[in-house]
């Protein structure tokens, strides 16, 4: 029987239900840098214990034989309302997609994942207010600059469509701000707005900064933003995800 501590059972997770290692690994590996909380099984029943032990907010499947089982006993099965079910498979399964279209599951995606289409379904499955765009942790230096005068910071979370700035050095919501930083040995200069603040009197978990929404960027530093995503998403790993 698998445990799981007060903890873990606070917290919402990810089940991923694969027998082939590999792309079992892979899948966790997309998913924790899309900051997910996940549990991995590789049988039914295993699955089935996890989900008694902590409800996840997803279930992502392989559409074997296996999945296929496990998606029987999760919807005859009282303890398990409504678990959005996630389907990847490696070959055309028509039936699977069936199911998807009649409500079944809540998607059905085919392998080798595309990463921005997995990041969107998983979003879509579990956000009230889904992001579209990937965002990761990262850590790089950066300056803003309005009429105050200049801070300095860094980026410890990015997306194509914005960042958070750590600082100590805060403006107020809607100040609009030129932002600098560099990736991958380019600079980069864009303006963005202030869409949020956090100090430290939000909690000891809060960093202080600001979350900025892009106004004006260029289209190719805007690429260069969602290249340098992708590639730290799947560093390690074919970038299309689990094949």
């Known amino acids: 029987m698998h445990s799981v501590n007060a903890d873990e059972k606070n917290k919402q997770y990810l089940l991923v239900v694969d027998s082939n290692f590999n792309d079992r690994l892979s899948t966790c590996m997309l998913l924790l840098r899309f900051g997910r909380n996940i549990f991995t099984a590789n049988t039914v029943e295993e699955a089935l214990e996890f989900m ?11 559409a074997d034989m296996m999945g296929l ?34 409500g079944e599951c ?3 995606l085919r392998k080798p994942l595309n990463v921005e289409e997995f ?22 230096a950066a300056t803003i600059e309005d009429g105050r005068g200049r801070s300095k910071g860094y980026v410890t979370n990015l997306s194509e469509d914005g960042l958070f700035f750590r600082s100590i050095e805060l403006r107020p919501i809607q100040t609009r701000v030129s932002v600098g930083f560099e990736i991958k040995s380019r600079a980069i ?29 260029t289209s190719e530093d805007r690429g260069l933003i969602k290249a340098y995503i992708l590639e730290k998403v799947t560093e390690g790993m074919d970038r299309r995800g689990p094949s």
């Open 52 to 62: 008694d032990a902590a409800l996840p907010v997803a279930v992502v499947i392989d």
């Open 69 to 102: 089982a496990l998606l029987s006993r999760i919807k005859n099965d009282p303890r398990f309302p409504d678990v959005p079910l996630i389907f990847l498979s490696a070959s055309h399964d028509t039936a699977m997609e069936d199911r998807a279209r009649k």
């Open 106 to 108: 809540a998607a059905y």
């Open 119 to 140: 990041y969107r379904v998983v979003q879509q499955v579990i956000e009230k207010g889904p992001r579209r765009k990937i965002r990761i942790d990262t850590n790089v």
């Open 189 to 217: 200069t864009l303006e963005a707005v202030v869409h949020h603040i956090t100090t430290f009197e939000e909690g000891p978990l809060k960093e202080p900064g600001m979350g900025l929404k892009f106004v004006k960027i």
